[in-house]
């Protein structure tokens, strides 16, 4: 089986390892979700390390659908400069680019959008503010699908290789799936499938935007682990509906909880939700979770359990992660270096 060190070829893309930084906010961005040189370097020096890709921070498509204050915006046009030049640096680096496309909905606030938050249904988020949001027509569910695409148009025109759709942590397309935070009766609530129905519709809009050529993935959150809320038997029945629809690699995260659920300890934590997911797809698995020794993202990566992991606050921490974590491991097997 393939370690951490090896190389992956999937959608068009060439990895040189199988590290993955996953979008983390930073808070660099100006007051109009701009992006910075700050932005600019931090991600360079990660890429420079060695990290195969890195998937740029949680970018808003849409106003209202913004989280906090600093984070990065491809809600218009007038995002694409700044984006291109973290795309370019990346790229230098020989790191493949690809920027996340989110939209908060119920976690969002009035402070930061300048309005009421909107979700699928009128429900406070379990792990939100408290506050109740406004239910999106269907006019508005419309708009939020021309978002994504348009957002996925400038992700390329500004030079990323690849794009990410944010259905994970709470955020709006993981709010539709709960069945916690969906109460519809139309055609986007109650069933499993009619709860995934935005999924499919943001993924065929986002491939209709970017044509055949650039990979799509979907950070899916797989399991809620919270009483009445999306389980991950229900993910894995949704999932071949989501590669179908577009979507060319899972990235497996939490789901309503957000990414770093209070009652998680340890290592790995989402790896058996990666793991029961691949079962049901052909696409590549990459998986987070407080993963922090490459040993242990090795292993996972060769037990067959995921093809690509995703090293968080590790990374943040340290930007030679990678470059490290390459040294561990040609220590350990020394045959990989001749």
């Not at 068009?12 to 910075?36: F, K, Q, W, Y």
């Not at 027509?137 to 990323?160: K, L, Q």
């Not at 606050?313 to 990678?322: E, F, G, I, S, T």
Request: glycine share 12%; hydrophobic share 40%; proline share 6%.
């Amino acid at each position: 089986m393939p370690g951490l060190l090896d190389p992956i070829e999937f959608a068009g893309l060439h990895l040189e390892n199988r590290i993955v930084m996953p979008p983390m906010a930073s808070g660099r961005a100006g007051p109009d979700g701009g992006a910075t040189d700050d932005h600019v370097e931090y991600h360079r020096l990660r890429a420079a390390a060695g990290t195969a890709l890195i998937i740029v921070e949680h970018s808003y498509v849409l106003p209202i659908g913004r989280f906090n204050e600093g984070q990065l915006g491809v809600h218009q046009d007038g995002m694409v400069p700044g984006l291109g030049k973290i795309a370019a640096a990346i790229r230098a680096e020989g790191s493949v680019a690809c920027l996340q496309l989110a939209h908060a909905g119920a976690t969002g606030s009035p402070a930061i959008a300048g309005t009421r938050p909107v979700a699928p249904s009128a429900v406070a988020h379990p792990y939100g503010k408290g506050e109740v949001p406004d239910e999106l027509s269907r006019d508005d569910i419309a708009e939020t699908v021309r978002a994504f695409g348009d957002a996925a148009a400038r992700a390329v025109a500004a030079g990323f290789q690849a794009v990410e759709v944010h259905a994970a942590h709470g955020f709006l397309l993981c709010q539709f799936l709960s069945p916690l935070t969906n109460r519809r009766g139309d055609r986007y609530g109650g069933s499993d499938e009619n709860r995934s129905r935005l999924h499919c519709e943001v993924l065929a809009e986002v491939r209709r935007r970017v044509g055949p050529d650039v990979a799509i993935f979907l950070r899916l959150g797989a399991d809620d682990e919270t009483t009445g809320g999306l389980t991950i038997d229900v993910t894995c029945r949704t999932a071949p509906r989501l590669i179908e629809a577009g979507a060319d690699l899972l990235d497996v995260s939490g789901a309503l909880q957000g990414a770093r659920p209070a009652w998680h300890a340890g290592q790995g934590y989402f790896v058996k939700y990666a793991e029961a997911l691949k079962k049901v797809v052909k696409v590549p698995v990459l998986v987070t979770g407080g993963i922090t020794e490459p040993a242990f993202a090795d292993a996972v990566i060769r037990e067959g359990r995921t093809d690509l992991v995703g090293i968080g606050r590790a990374m943040l921490r340290d930007p030679n992660w990678a470059a490290q974590a390459i040294r561990e491991l040609e220590m350990r097997n020394p045959s990989k270096t001749q």
